[in-house]
């Protein structure tokens, strides 16, 4: 499974690609209006960082526009996935955008029949917020599994990249589901590594290893 990173902060990226887990970036307009930066600028900055997709996101709503966007963002960067709304006129973008070679990962998904009509589109990803449907009292990773489902009977393969990730717990059960992505906030994914038991045992071992007095170098 692969790990993006949901940022658009330059250097809560840089920090993390230091780990060799970043395969990739999502942002969406939220994220870049928190970065308090230039959408193009930070997009172009970003691809440059991260060998895998950056999604960048249009900000329209109608067809055109959308499309106008989308190759706007396509154009900063061999590496730019624009990113699309799950809606009529973000999935005609999503066709056009593919005829072309473009990625695309559509966005805002919360039904597997929104999914099977954004693989349909010949989306590169889906985008299915599993946080804010678990939020409203839904079963967030239940939808996983009904995208997931779907996508195997019938070949389908555009990716699933799990969005809105609110825990660790997310992760691994995007994992055992078999999603093909998730991407997640900065603070999940330093919180991967964590386990308290983990932290005591070091401490004990590094503590009985001083008692030795011996050096490895
Ligand atoms: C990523 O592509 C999504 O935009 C993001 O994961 C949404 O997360 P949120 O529900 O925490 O805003």
Redesign the pocket.
């Known amino acids: 499974m692969k790990i993006?990173l949901?940022s658009a902060d330059i250097g809560e990226i840089e920090a993390h690609i230091a780990s060799g887990f970043v395969d990739g970036v999502?942002?969406?307009p939220?994220?870049i209006a928190k970065s308090g930066r230039n959408i193009l600028e930070t997009i172009a900055q970003i691809c440059e960082m991260v060998d895998g997709p950056v999604?960048a996101?249009v900000a329209a709503t109608d067809f055109e526009t959308m499309l106008k966007e989308g190759k706007k963002l396509a154009a900063l960067a061999p590496n730019v996935t624009v990113?699309v709304p799950l809606t009529e006129a973000g999935l005609r973008t999503c066709r056009v955008l593919r005829e072309a070679g473009t990625q695309v990962?559509v966005?805002?998904c919360f039904t597997a029949g929104q999914a099977l009509l954004a693989a349909k589109a010949g989306a590169t990803f889906i985008?299915p917020?599993v946080?804010?449907l678990d939020?409203i009292g839904h079963d967030g990773m239940g939808l996983i599994e009904e995208i997931c489902t779907i996508y195997d009977q019938y070949d389908m393969t555009t990716e699933v990249?799990v969005?809105?990730?609110?825990s660790t717990q997310h992760v691994v059960d995007a994992a055992m589901l078999g999603a093909d992505v998730v991407?997640l906030?900065p603070k999940i994914l330093t919180a991967l590594y964590k386990h308290p038991l983990t932290d005591k045992g070091l401490a004990a071992f590094i503590s009985d290893w001083e008692g030795t007095g011996q050096s490895i170098l």
């Open positions: 993006f949901d999502t942002t969406n939220s994220l999604s996101e990113k990962n966005t805002l985008s917020f946080g804010r939020d990249l969005a809105s990730v609110r991407t906030p």
